[in-house]
């Protein structure tokens, strides 16, 4: 969740650059504030990982299939997901088109969400869960603040007639 597709990283990225073109004043606020939130997050994520391998024994790095990881990392925290692919940009989009972003904004939480679950279903350690259990709930309320996002951007373009064209575009 540090820096995979559905991870923290990519959420907080993602929202501080849609901000930017977001016409609707509250709607950026929005972004902004759960961009900041997420890295908050990020340094939960963090934690936990560092926390869980800071003792991790030399000859328990193969036996835990950690190799790999450790050879250009050792323990140190790294955005990647958990099957190894390094974090990059191209796993978001800012695209400038208000309702555009804000499905996916909306998509990207519910995916972290479900990564969460996925998480819980393996962890048996509560001093991970809990913490976990807690990100999660705020995936939840970020898709919802987003839904409300998008009502507001969607009653905005409907006074302009947004279905003709898009007034997020270059004029000429």
Known sequence: MYGGPDGEAG????????????????????????ATEEMG???????????????????EVDTAGFEKYYVDHTLGVWPQAAGGVP???????????PITDLYEDMAAEQKARKTYDNILTLVKDCEVAEPIKFLRK???????????????VTEDLNKKNFYAYNPSGCKR
């Open 11 to 34: 959420a907080a990225l993602r929202y501080m650059s849609q901000k930017y073109a977001m016409k609707n004043p509250k709607v950026a606020g929005l972004l902004n504030d759960i």
């Open 87 to 97: 974090f990059n940009a191209n796993q978001f989009q800012s695209s400038g088109d």
């Open 138 to 152: 705020r995936e939840i309320v970020h898709f919802q603040r987003f839904g409300e996002a998008l009502r507001m």
């Open 41 to 59: 997050h990020l340094e939960i994520v963090g934690t936990i990982v560092s926390q869980l391998v800071k003792d991790l024994p030399c000859d």
